[in-house]
């Protein structure tokens, strides 16, 4: 199955809310299961999130947004603006780290 990312950019000041629909955002994460490839956030230096990188495979980019679209970063307006793309997984070196 294909895989599509999204790569999401934060609201400014939106750092109070994204923690607070943290846990919302990590239920859905997880309700995905087998199709969510990885998930991480974007950070300062000082390891402040300032936006975010999924990956999930998708039958298609329409069912890939629709997974997107329901998350509660997304739903709740944690983000400034996100784009949903396909992606391809060339080279694996995170594995065990």
Request: charged content about 30%; aromatic content about 8%; glycine content about 8%.
């Amino acid at each position: 199955m294909p895989l599509y990312s999204l790569v999401a950019k934060d609201k400014a000041g939106a750092l109070e809310q994204r923690l607070a629909v943290r846990p919302k955002h990590l239920e859905h994460l997880d309700s995905l299961g087998d199709r969510l490839v990885m998930a991480g956030p974007f950070q300062t230096e000082e390891g402040k999130s300032t936006g975010s990188f999924m990956v999930v495979e998708a039958e298609d980019l329409a069912a890939a947004r629709a997974l997107f679209e329901q998350d509660p970063f997304v739903r709740e307006g944690v983000f400034e603006s996100y784009e949903v793309s396909r992606w391809a997984l060339t080279i694996n070196k995170a594995a065990g780290r």
